[in-house]
């Protein structure tokens, strides 16, 4: 696609997804033209779609910023692809949902404002995701999903957990990438957590998961999970990664479980003889949140290569936090305080390095808007889909 092209979509689903409800209407209008069509495909879906709405516009606006690198993008395509194996949809059904896709941004954009340039931008575009996805599902001859048995859970703070689990056989992830993951407590539901340790032949995993306020998922995980348990985890997914090949340094950035790719990453560099410098930030909201500060001094005392400078937005604990309180180890950078993107822009633009960045979307948007505005190249900066 021309750049003219990619201009017009991405203004285009800007205009339509941020007015007032305009999310909402688009995936609710997505929806009612798909379903209308082909009442068949409903039962693929979960019960509840309040998440699925937000994924959809979530994966759409993350595509369109990648739209410009191609490979970037069909890669990207190509593996939801084969994410959505696991709820049974297959090659076929693509060409229905770009259908309804078009249909329903035609139909919110109106008459008036619907030009012959913006059809043919958007039916380009729904072209590349549906010939992507429908590729990246059909030639995937892995299997749609891999059994685990959880051997240990642990509860670090009232809200987090870490779970320890052994697949069946070894799951095929990239370190850096998440899974697709369903427990037993909620059997119809899919939530993505990343490895907080390198892909492995032995089928070991580790998931360090938050409670989030109001889930349906994330609760279950962290209180109710047992040993024994069988979880599920579909194909994976990102692709957070440091070239060892470009000579760059790194800098990576965390909040809270959004570590657990990075911390991944460091250990399987660890069994590396040579690597760039990386400079870890891990940030919490408060000085407890940052519960995998040993861990990680205990790696960067026998890597030099490794500096990590742990953040939080507020200097105590809360009030309800009942555990000691976490201190940086002795020798370790003290402390900072604040808010963990505009720290790390304070340092300048980082502009030589390679830029991961992981946690919540909120921390994510906010963390790359103030790189941005430190005059970081947005090439320079790696995340998942917010």
């Known amino acids: 696609m021309n750049l003219r092209a990619i201009a017009q979509v991405r203004s285009n689903f800007r205009s339509v997804t941020e007015t007032t409800n305009g999310s909402d209407r688009l995936t609710n209008s997505f929806y009612g033209f798909l379903f209308g069509e082909n009442p068949i495909l409903r039962q693929l879906f979960p019960a509840a779609m309040d998440m699925q709405r937000e994924r959809l516009v979530a994966a759409i606006s993350y595509l369109l910023d990648i739209l410009d690198d191609t490979e970037r ?21 693509y060409p229905l949902a770009g259908r309804a896709l078009h249909s329903a941004l035609r139909a919110y954009t109106g008459p008036a404002f619907w030009t012959n340039s913006i059809d043919e931008a958007w ?18 001859d892995l299997p749609s999903h891999w059994e685990a048995t959880v051997v240990e859970h642990r509860k670090i703070l009232d809200d987090l957990a870490v779970v320890r689990l052994q697949a069946d056989v070894p799951v095929p992830y990239d370190t850096g990438q998440y899974l697709p993951v369903r427990t037993p407590q909620r059997p119809r539901m899919w939530r993505y957590l990343s490895p907080a340790i390198p892909a492995n032949d032995y089928g070991e995993l580790e998931f360090h998961v ?3 306020s109001g889930g349906w998922v994330s609760p279950s995980m962290v209180n109710e999970t047992q040993v024994g348990d069988r979880w599920t985890m579909a194909a994976p997914l ?7 090949t470009s000579g760059a340094d790194v800098l990576m950035i965390g909040s809270g479980t959004g570590i657990a790719p990075l911390r991944a990453q460091i250990m399987e560099m660890t069994t590396r003889g040579i690597n760039p410098r990386v ?14 500060l040993g861990t ?45 993107g505009s720290i790390v822009a304070s340092f300048g633009s ?11 979307p909120t921390m994510i948007s906010s963390t790359v808007r103030a790189l941005l505005d430190a005059g970081t190249p947005a090439s320079r900066i790696q995340h998942d889909p917010v």
């Open 238 to 244: 990102g692709g957070l990664r440091v070239d060892l």
């Open 73 to 93: 993008a069909v890669g990207f395509l190509e593996q939801l692809g084969r994410d959505h194996r696991k709820y049974g949809v297959e090659g076929d059904h």
């Open 123 to 140: 039916l380009d575009v729904i072209d590349l995701i549906v010939t992507s996805m429908a590729n990246g599902a059909d030639s995937d």
């Open 210 to 212: 938050r409670k989030v």
């Open 350 to 360: 980082w502009s030589d390095r390679q830029i991961q960045v992981a946690g919540s």
């Open 279 to 292: 400079h870890l930030f891990v940030g919490g909201r408060f000085p407890c949140d940052l519960y995998d």
């Open 296 to 340: 990680l001094w205990q790696i960067s005392l026998s890597n030099p290569w490794l500096t990590v400078v742990p953040i939080s937005e507020f200097d105590t604990d809360p009030w309800w936090h009942t555990g000691p309180t976490i201190e940086p180890p002795f020798g370790m950078h003290q402390r900072l305080t604040g808010e963990i």
